[in-house]
């Protein structure tokens, strides 16, 4: 008797008149395959067996006299290649490159205390360094609302944590459909799905845009977020790219298509790194007039900007004629997720052929109560937003009156200009080191390359205190690293900071 046994066998008989019975059996410790073989079984049927292998050839070979089984010994041949070398050296080389660049990331562990934000533990090997954070896209604190964090208490206990499956198999609670209800709403749309992230959004959107509109052309902002790239990229249909917020540019570019070709203008409405706005309006009559589908991100302004957080295009009065829009519930909502919002067909289309909506676990029913508090919440409490624009502009000011080159930016981010990226790295150090400021170094491929930043957060949570000391640290970090001040740009480089 041979020392083996068979671990898993499946004996399936396939469409036709050939089958094979896949053995997989442990010989001492070496993994053998072994095949049986028929070419003239007349039906079809599968078996699972779970027996020793001369049991089971035995018993199927007894069974059907046309059934005989070959041994395939794998060979293994030495291979001349340090196999672990080879791929490491690879992998290495690009850290090394990486680090050349002064562009490593080094991530920060922290623990946001639940109450204290914006200030917060920085955990380091030498202990804890309380910080204020000052470059969180929490953007108004929801993720520690007590609204939303009791919301997110109540359904552990009802529901525990998991979906338990995608959305089409038993993946769909009653808080992901309350959700997509309420964003629906917020959004004056027929629809909204919710996805795991803003990102996987926008890659389920232009996915479904690609498969549904035949030879469909994307008009593409100049800036456009890498999930909005990759996912037009992966369509393998023609992308256009506009310059940034350039809709004379764009209009050029429509011109020369055909007004019956499927077209979609793809751009954001506040640009996270620059804190750029676009020129909805614009855009929208250049879709209306060159028959173009819009869709806009409004990841870095739902929650922020409208009378009930929907964004610019609702604080422009524009929601309607806006044909998709795709946000996030991991910024100003404080939770998690991402979502995209349009009329029925669009969502059901999305909803029916993106496969990375299709094959994926949903989002865990306790994130979906979380953002569905965080919200109904928004909805009702603009004075939050008023707040926040308010933070944002006095920082705004206060740099300026110091001659820091932050950048004009028509939103709530505040950028600080350094343009290198040691220095940038440098310089952000110092600040945490120094002043216990956290403000992480944006450099390339966050930025193109020259155009490193300290881009700052505010939250309505700042106090005056926190601004006077933020905006003192930054200055003087300028002045010891001796970093440009906005006099020492030319007039041309200074237009970018007006
Ligand atoms: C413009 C834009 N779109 C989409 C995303 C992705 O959103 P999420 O963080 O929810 O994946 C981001 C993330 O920063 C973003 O900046």
């Known amino acids: 008797m041979m020392q083996y046994r068979v671990l898993n066998a499946e004996f399936q008989i396939n469409i036709g008149y050939t089958f094979q019975l896949n053995l997989y059996m442990r ?3 070496n993994l053998h395959q072994k095949t049986l073989q028929h070419t003239k ?3 079809l049927k599968t078996f699972n067996i779970n027996m020793t292998s001369e049991q089971a050839i035995t018993k199927y070979t007894k069974f059907c006299p046309y059934l005989h089984y070959k041994e395939m010994k794998s060979e293994t041949k030495k291979c001349p290649i340090d196999h672990s070398q080879f791929y490491s050296n690879q992998f290495k080389g690009v850290i090394q490159q990486i680090k050349d660049e002064g562009r490593y990331r080094e991530f920060k562990s922290l623990l946001r205390t639940n109450g204290e934000f914006p200030r917060a533990i920085n955990k380091t090997p030498a202990g804890d360094q309380p910080i204020t954070l000052w470059c969180s896209n929490d953007y108004l604190g929801m993720s520690q609302n007590p609204m939303v964090t009791q919301a997110t208490k109540n359904a552990i206990d009802l529901t525990g944590i998991g979906a338990g499956g995608t959305r089409n198999i038993g993946g769909t609670s009653i808080y992901h459909v309350e959700l997509e209800r309420e964003l629906a709403d917020l959004h004056r749309k027929d629809s909204a799905l919710v996805m795991n992230s803003g990102y996987v959004a926008n890659m389920a959107t232009l996915d479904t845009l690609g498969k549904v509109l035949k030879d469909v052309t994307f008009l593409s ?8 790239i990759e996912g037009m990229r992966a369509t393998k249909k023609d992308r256009i790219i ?3 917020n350039d809709y004379q540019d764009l209009e050029q570019k429509l011109k020369q298509l ?4 499927n077209k979609v203008i793809v751009f954001e409405s506040v640009y996270s790194m620059n804190g750029t706005v676009a020129p909805i309006q614009q855009f929208i009559n250049l879709a209306k007039k060159y028959n173009a589908l819009t869709l806009i991100d409004e990841v870095h302004a739902v929650g922020m900007y409208g009378e ?3 964004g610019v295009t609702e604080k422009l009065g524009l929601q309607k004629d806006i044909d998709i829009v795709t946000g996030t519930l991991g910024k100003a909502f404080g939770c998690s997720g991402g979502y995209v919002s349009a009329n029925t067909e669009i969502v059901d289309s999305i909803r029916s052929t993106a496969s990375n909506f299709i094959f994926s676990t949903s989002m865990s029913p306790i994130i979906a109560a979380a953002c569905l508090e965080s919200v109904k919440y928004l909805k009702t ?3 939050i937003r008023e707040r926040h624009q308010y933070v944002a502009s006095l920082i705004k000011a206060k740099l300026k009156s110091k001659g820091i080159p932050a950048l004009n930016s028509a939103s709530h981010i505040v950028p600080v200009f350094i343009g290198d990226p040691l220095l940038c790295k440098e310089a952000s150090e110092k600040l945490l080191n120094e002043y216990n400021i956290y ?3 944006i450099n390339y491929p966050t930025v193109p390359r020259g155009q490193e930043i300290l881009r700052i957060s505010p939250t309505p949570l700042h106090t005056e205190e926190m601004i006077d000391e933020l905006v003192d640290s930054i200055e003087c970090v300028f002045k010891s690293l001796n970093l440009k001040m906005e006099s020492q740009y030319t007039a041309e480089q200074r237009a970018i900071f007006q």
Not at 221 to 228: F, M, P, Q, W
Not at 258 to 261: H, K, P
Request: hydrophobic fraction near 35%; charged fraction near 20%; aromatic fraction near 6%.
């Open 27 to 29: 010989v001492g410790i």
């Open 41 to 43: 079984c007349p039906f």
């Open 221 to 228: 902002d100049a800036k456009n977020h890498a999930s909005l």
């Open 242 to 244: 506009f310059k940034h």
């Open 258 to 261: 055909d007004i019956q070709q």
């Open 308 to 310: 009930r957080g929907a």
């Open 381 to 383: 409490h603009p004075e």
């Open 439 to 441: 403000i992480q170094p």
